[in-house]
């Protein structure tokens, strides 16, 4: 029984990874970017407003992909200075509980925003701006997509506390 848990939990982490490896790309994409604007903008005084918005839109994918990658990195926001004073269970308890409230919100944000990206999606949404970027419900399909790997990545924390589940092996947490 443990060890089907542990393989369910380590494919939903697999599944979270695989997205925080994909927001890291993004990240590099973006850098890219950038630096292309300003390298056109500031040597051939050019530039094309699809480029910045692009730039905007992609910081989207990076943080609501990395918030669940933090979480299954253990770098989530702590007060380490109380939680390291704490017994080893209320330690435990608070992962657990944290799990679970990660899984609500993301269950929340996700029904929530799911009708507002219907919307944009009926209503052809696109930029504003001349030259901007069409199809503006692809980015904010972004937010459910992230809000559920959070729910997902919960879920996986929740798990392995609960049921005191083996470490992810050292050789997984060097590939992250």
């Keep these: 029984m443990k060890a089907a848990l542990t393989r369910f939990v380590e494919l939903l982490e697999s599944l979270v990874r695989a997205f925080g490896i994909l927001a890291a790309w993004v990240c590099v994409v973006l850098v890219l970017l ?18 910045q918005e692009l730039q905007w839109h992609l910081i989207s994918p990076i943080a609501l992909f990395g918030m669940s990658y933090a979480l299954l990195s253990g770098e989530q926001v702590r007060v380490d200075v109380l939680y390291e004073r704490f017994p080893p269970l209320a330690q435990r308890l608070i992962e657990i509980t944290g799990g679970l409230l990660m899984i609500a919100l993301g269950v ?45 990545q919960g879920l996986a924390h ?14 997984k947490a060097a590939q992250d």
């Design 158 to 171: 929740a798990l392995r506390h609960a049921f005191d589940l083996p470490p992810r092996s050292t050789h």
């Design 34 to 51: 950038v630096a292309g604007d300003v390298f056109a903008r500031y040597l051939f005084r050019t530039g094309a407003v699809w480029a």
């Design 108 to 152: 929340i944000v996700v029904n929530l925003s799911l009708p507002w990206v219907e919307m944009s999606y009926a209503r052809g949404e696109g930029s504003p701006n001349p030259g901007g970027l069409p199809h503006r419900f692809l980015l904010k399909s972004l937010i459910p997509l992230g809000f559920a790997l959070l729910a997902i």
